[in-house]
């Protein structure tokens, strides 16, 4: 009897000290990859020439891996809108607004009604931008939400080149 008690209280201990459930794993995988305007390594940064007519376009594709069907997605791309100014953004069922909330929130808030299956991406995002007259380096941010999870983050860095 004095072993089974034993037994118990250790097996009793053993739980109580187990370590917490380890946070909820991602619900999406966030991808950016420049489509015109843009030059530089893929997994590196992205350089464009400022102060000029051009226009840069990246694509941003969000995909389903939680497990289960997904939808109302909210996505916020944050980055410096007195460097990089919004000239337009298209995709199926998307709808954006340019969102100006000071430094750190300010860039573009979009929503996405489609339902998504596990493994499935929602339709591509392409957002273009134009560089502004100043040298500097900074990042375009990515914040996807769906479901009550946990946010998304997925970030690239640029560069604007102003030299000659």
């Known amino acids: 009897m004095k072993y089974v008690l034993g037994m118990t209280a250790a097996l009793t201990l053993s739980l109580a000290v ?9 619900f999406a995988t966030v991808t950016l990859t420049k489509v015109s305007g843009w030059s530089g390594p893929a997994g590196g940064t992205w350089t ?32 410096p809108i007195d460097r990089l100014e919004v000239t337009g953004y298209e995709g199926d069922g998307w709808d954006c607004w340019d969102v100006a909330g000071g430094p750190g929130a300010e860039g573009v808030e979009c929503t ?53």
């Open 48 to 79: 464009t020439r400022g102060g000029t007519s051009g226009r840069q376009k990246f694509d941003l594709v969000v995909t389903n891996v939680v497990g289960h069907d997904e939808q109302g997605l909210s996505v916020f791309i944050s980055f």
């Open 112 to 164: 996405q009604d489609h339902l998504i299956v596990h493994e499935e991406a929602w339709p591509t995002l392409t957002v273009e931008t134009r560089a502004g007259s100043i040298h500097t380096q900074d990042s375009i941010d990515v914040y996807a939400e769906a479901g009550g999870h946990d946010a998304v983050h997925a970030g690239q860095s640029f560069l604007i080149d102003t030299s000659t």
């Open 18 to 26: 187990a370590p917490p459930a380890s946070a909820e794993p991602d």
